[in-house]
T-cell receptor, first 110, second 113 residues
Framework: KNEVEQSPQNLTAQEGEFITINCSYS?????LHWLQQHPGGGIVSLFM???GKKKHGRLIATINIQEKHSSLHITASHPRDSAVYIC????????????FGAGTTVTVRA | DSGVTQTPKHLITATGQRVTLRCSPR?????VYWYQQSLDQGLQFLIQ???????AKGNILERFSAQQFPDLHSELNLSSLELGDSALYFC????????????FGPGTRLTVL
């Protein structure tokens, strides 16, 4: 079983809709990352979280350490948000390694 | 543009061959990470270097090796290539030893025929 599970695997939304992507992990962690991978392949680091909530523009990331769960929210979604969103955790037992989720493919239709 | 450069962008080679992928980190970043992204395995951490020294190893095969040079650029060497090595190889850099924020390069797409 993967240390990091994401849901849903795929998501289609209409422009303007609120989108939520979930990430659950099974190990103690020192940090969690959300990454965005565009259709061209490039990867951008969106957030790094160790507690609470972070906001950047229309993106909000939250984490609940006790429940081993994080969510990435996209408000007022736009077709340019179409990408694969990947959750990655830094296990506390091995701080140098990142373990990745399989990714959530988001498609936003105009 | 993340400031991390990778060359080449695409590489097509045959089984059994050896290739070298190159990464230049952002100016001033001391840590370099290598990742492999294949269709069936997703993203996997391969190896990390910090200021020229290996710091962490992930799921890196013995046929693969890496190094970081005094000018901080890094190379990933893949030898005795197999069909299953076809993947996107990403390099990322950060300013310090930990993963506080990583900046990813555009990747090298390796196709082994």
């Amino acid at each position: 079983k993967n240390e990091v599970e994401q849901s849903p695997q795929n998501l289609t939304a209409q422009e303007g809709e609120f989108i939520t992507i979930n990430c659950s992990y099974s190990v103690g962690i020192s940090a969690l990352h959300w990454l965005q991978q565009h259709p061209g392949g490039g990867i951008v680091s969106l957030f790094m979280l160790s507690s609470g909530k972070k906001k950047h523009g229309r993106l909000i990331a939250t984490i609940n350490i006790q429940e081993k769960h994080s969510s990435l929210h996209i408000t007022a979604s736009h077709p340019r948000d179409s990408a694969v969103y990947i959750c990655a955790v830094r296990p506390a037992r091995n701080d140098y390694k990142l373990s990745f989720g399989a990714g959530t493919t988001v498609t936003v239709r105009a | 543009d993340s400031g991390v450069t990778q060359t080449p962008k695409h590489l097509i080679t045959a089984t059994g061959q050896r290739v070298t992928l190159r990464c230049s980190p952002r100016s001033g970043d001391l840590s370099v990470y290598w990742y492999q992204q294949s269709l069936d395995q997703g993203l996997q951490f391969l190896i990390q270097y910090y200021n020229g020294e290996e710091r962490a190893k992930g799921n890196i095969l013995e046929r693969f090796s890496a190094q970081q040079f005094p000018d901080l650029h890094s190379e990933l060497n893949l030898s005795s290539l197999e069909l299953g090595d076809s993947a996107l190889y990403f390099c990322a850099s950060s300013g310090d030893l930990s993963y506080n924020e990583q900046f990813f390069g555009p990747g090298t797409r390796l196709t082994v025929l």
